[in-house]
């Protein structure tokens, strides 16, 4: 009964390198998203996708970062030239994506911590 | 688009007592309202959620209510355990894209 799965569980990247972040849903979920929480804060949502679809990008800052969701294979949330502030932890959830449900209850993985040094 | 407000930021009980949090929202449309637990280093966990045809929903120790006129909801623990320390979010959302209050981090003192 494997749970949503994300790798690595902690990254570490300088300045200006590039930062690729991989999350498996729940078995059977066809939808993703990415939470992005700062120490101490809570989480703010960044995107939400379905499979090959990107539907609500609203939290996604407009430059170095982008996301996707494959036909097969993990969601990727690519961060290009790191800077210190997208030092975070990064959340993905998943749901189900249940017909007749305006809403799917979302379950989190454990979180990738990125460090920018 | 929705803003959630989240009240206490920390909260200190001793075992056994009451834990109370109080969330407020601001988009009518929301209809979804759930809570997750985190504890320090690991994944958010739901542990109750309340949809807006229902105005309170009870899992033994946990319970939310929910106030649709007011855009409020709250969060009751009873008999509050060691184990419970943690912090605690509530959600809001109309659609799927869960909006999170900052948080109220509880400690029970044994």
């Known amino acids: 009964n494997a749970g949503v799965m994300q790798n690595p569980r902690h990254l570490v990247r300088r300045r200006g390198q590039e930062a690729r972040l991989r999350c498996s849903p729940v078995k059977g979920h066809s939808h993703v998203y990415w939470y992005r929480q700062l120490p101490e804060e809570g989480l703010k949502f960044m995107v939400y996708l379905q499979k090959e679809n990107i539907i609500d990008e609203s939290g996604m800052p407009k430059e170095r970062f982008s996301a996707e969701f494959p036909k097969e294979g993990p969601s990727i949330l690519r961060i290009q030239q790191v800077v210190r502030g997208d030092s975070a932890a990064y959340f993905c959830?998943?749901?189900?994506?249940?017909?007749?449900?305006?809403?799917?209850?979302?379950?989190f993985g454990p979180g990738t911590r990125l460090t920018v040094l | 688009g929705e803003n959630v407000e989240q009240h206490p930021s920390t909260l200190s009980v001793q075992e056994g007592d009451s834990a109370v949090i109080k969330c407020t929202y601001s988009d009518s449309a929301s209809n979804y309202f759930p809570w997750y637990k985190q504890e320090l280093g690991k994944r958010p966990q739901l542990i109750i959620d309340?949809?807006?045809?229902?105005g309170e929903k009870k899992d033994q120790r946990i319970a939310v209510t929910l106030n649709k006129t007011a855009k409020h909801f709250s969060l009751h623990i009873t008999e509050t355990q060691p184990e419970d320390s943690a912090v605690y979010f509530c959600a809001a959302t109309a659609g799927n894209k869960l909006t999170f209050g900052g948080g109220t981090r509880v400690l029970v003192k044994p």
């Open positions: 309340i949809r807006s045809n229902v």
């Open positions: 959830a998943s749901s189900p994506g249940l017909a007749g449900t305006s809403t799917d209850t979302q379950y």
